[in-house]
């Protein structure tokens, strides 16, 4: 199993403040490769709508989505960034970062600090609104079974999405 105080890291005085050696990015980048990279298409969702409810998305969008069949991409490029984007036939969404270092992200019009992590072999990526008034969130992804798990949380909702590895052909 894979676990980040596994690795060499150094702390600072800070221990929120984790710094990984270059030793460390590189065992976890091949842990992802191993086990995320590649196209995965939604399979079911669990309380999806009501994730989307809690996010404050209108009925309206809340059902195009449920009724969208997203595929999910996973790559890592050369400089250490993961990419994460997902597709439908009406929206993406993207996120790209480096392990350890905070980004920002659109999220429907609401700027986010997304701060990813990786913990047990799961990549989980905590969003921080700008704004007060919008509610954090979870995104919490791993491989369990063969399939890619992803759950959400918002409030006191949680959601799953299940996704199955799609053919390189495809």
Known sequence: MFVLNFFLMTRT???NNI???RFGVLQIMDEIKNKFVGKWKLDRSERFEDFLRECGVNFFARKMAGMASPVSEISVKEDDKVHISMVTSFMTQEDCFKLGEEFEKDMRGNK???KPSVVDGKII???TPTDPSIKPQKVTREVINGELV???EIGDVTCKRFMKRMDSEV
Do not use: P
């Open 150 to 152: 992803q759950t959400m």
């Open 13 to 15: 005085a800070n221990l």
């Open 19 to 21: 710094k990984l050696t």
């Open 125 to 127: 990526i905590e969003y």
């Open 112 to 114: 986010m600090v997304g």
